[in-house]
């Protein structure tokens, strides 16, 4: 079953040209975009990590983790790190642009489209229907490839 909250606040952030959002519960802040520290050997879309008020905090490239083109030439003006935390973890995500907070209803709420990817660690929890056209709402732990907390801990 799945913990995402399927209402209250999300913030949405724009990649690419489409717009996605994250419960608002697990956006800790959003910052400038800054100075990163590579990671030899990480997955293609780790950035590297960066500290932040004492805490080594990896930092994804939101495009390459959902499969977007790279940018050409966007306002890097408007780049931000959306800091996102999921239980005791907290990692960041490079967005072009920081959109709306959105509040939806539970019921205009649509499972992701049929015929996209079919992966075990797809993101994208739903998608909602926003100014003409829609928002797919994301699961900060898959997208963040963070694990499953067990509660027997």
Not at 21 to 38: K, N
Not at 94 to 118: F, K, N, Q, W
Request: proline share 10%; with cysteine; charged share 25%.
């Amino acid at each position: 079953m799945s913990d995402i909250p399927s209402s209250g606040r999300w913030l949405s952030f724009r990649l690419g040209g489409q717009l996605y959002a994250a419960p608002l519960s697990e956006v800790s802040e959003v910052i400038r975009d800054g100075e990163l520290t590579p990671v030899p050997g990480a997955d293609a879309d780790l950035l590297g990590i960066r500290h932040l008020r004492g805490r080594i905090v990896p930092v994804l490239d939101g495009r390459r983790r959902l499969g977007l083109p790279q940018a050409d030439g966007d306002d890097q003006g408007q780049v931000r790190l959306v800091m996102m935390s999921h239980g005791p973890h907290l990692v960041g995500l490079r967005v072009d642009a920081i959109g709306d907070l959105v509040t939806p209803d539970a019921s205009e709420i649509a499972p992701p489209p049929p015929g996209g990817t079919a992966r075990q660690d797809d993101p994208v929890h739903g998608v909602l229907p926003w100014q003409g056209s829609f928002v797919a709402l994301l699961d900060v732990r898959r997208l963040c490839r963070l694990p499953v907390e067990s509660e027997a801990a």
